[in-house]
């Protein structure tokens, strides 16, 4: 048996518009494929028009990109934006060695979340707390300030315990707590995700604790007593309106908050949340202090949605090439609704010659784990994927997602929490972003209802027509 995967760190270290003729636009501009229209290789012309299109958007998207930093100090001084605050993090009571931790990371001040959740994180008697903020504004960083900001280093056993929905997630909370925690001394955290063993009955050293559901429970079974849930301080649910609405993720969240000490204090924290998952949620976190959203709040102004009318997988394959050959700053995210979906749009962009990579369920922990590390370190520019990567994954150079499928559920309605934090991938903390939605006939209800939801524009998107082009990046 193999010893724990161990993090340790010690002294330093709606406008809706029909759309009808995008497809036929983008065919005329194929980019890195052949079209196989035999109506568009007519047009030369149409061709060298895309493809200065193509270099206008490229220029404006580039500039666009480096005006990010200035437009997060715009967001931060206007009030309605998540990223607004009037505090420091000097100002909210943390340990000097987290204070320098944030310098390390480059945070100098927090966001709305931030600053409105950690005074009542900090507080003592400690208090619980359901949290939402929309995608990307530093959920994560919040609760890992009050997780380090809870435990006693000295003291080597579990604290600390947060749980995520994936194991991808779970790894990166894990390295935004290390580095977050890179000066606190005998800081040591365990990631207990699948793969990772620990010996039976033996306790663990590591103060934190970041994982999945399954292998948190069995860690703390009496069949591998690996840490008691009686001694933690602190339990962090991330992404929580999914841990405690999905089926096999639910029984074990249950268990885990009943075995929790009374004083233990409870975090939920998420972008989404539907009124039962709240109403569920407040009986089993006792008298939590509750941020919430208003819904026309929850989507994100910097992220501009758009779609394109696709009526086969071969249309929207053309439409996803040649909007490849318009929008290559950066890095992108395609979803698609199935595995098989997204293995095919994998197949066909490999005979093309365009770089992209799968990330799908059907790869096992290494593969996927190995997938991400890729695209986290920019070597892989375009991932395909499924629902797997809709939360939390965040990878500040991604500044396109598009939905080659839209999440629609088993009962054929839409599924706005999904949507929502696909589209998250992309606009991270104040940055631009854009969400391209292909739609057919049969989903056009669909993007209407997700229209009316959230009460943001989803503009039509013709890319032969420069001021629409240009519209991408206002
Ligand atoms: N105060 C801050 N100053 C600067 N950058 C920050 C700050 N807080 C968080 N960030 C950065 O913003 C990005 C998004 O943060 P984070 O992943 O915590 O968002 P989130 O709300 O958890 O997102 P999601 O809903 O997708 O899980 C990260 O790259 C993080 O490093």
Redesign the pocket.
Known sequence: MSEPKVEENTTQEEKKDSVENISEKLEASAIGTESTNPQNTQDKEAEESASADASLLKKLLRSRLEEDNSAIEVERQNPDSPLYSCKRFEDLNLKQELLQGLYA???????K??ETALPNLLSNPPQNLIAQ?????????AFSLAMLSRIDTNLLYPQALCLAPTMELAAQITD?VRQMGQYMKNLKIASAIRGNMVPRNVELKEQVIIGTPGTVFDWSSPRINAFSLKKLRVFVL??ADVMIDQQGHQDICIRIVRGLPKDCQIMLFS?TYKNPVIEFAKKIVGNPIIIRLKRSQESLSYIKQFYVRCESFETKYRALTNIFGLLTVGQSIIFCQTRKTARDVVVRLTEDGVPCELLSGELDVMQRAAVIKRFREGKCKMLITTNVTA??I?V?DVNLVINFDLPIGQDGHPEFETYL?RI?RTG??GKFGVAINFVDTNTMGALDQILKHFGRPIDKLDASDPEQIEKITQ
């Open positions: 990371m480059g945070f100098t001040k927090p966001s979340i931030q903020s929309q995608s990307g504004t530093g959920k994560t960083a935004v991330d992404e972008a939360r939390g965040d500040d934090h998250g991270r903390f």
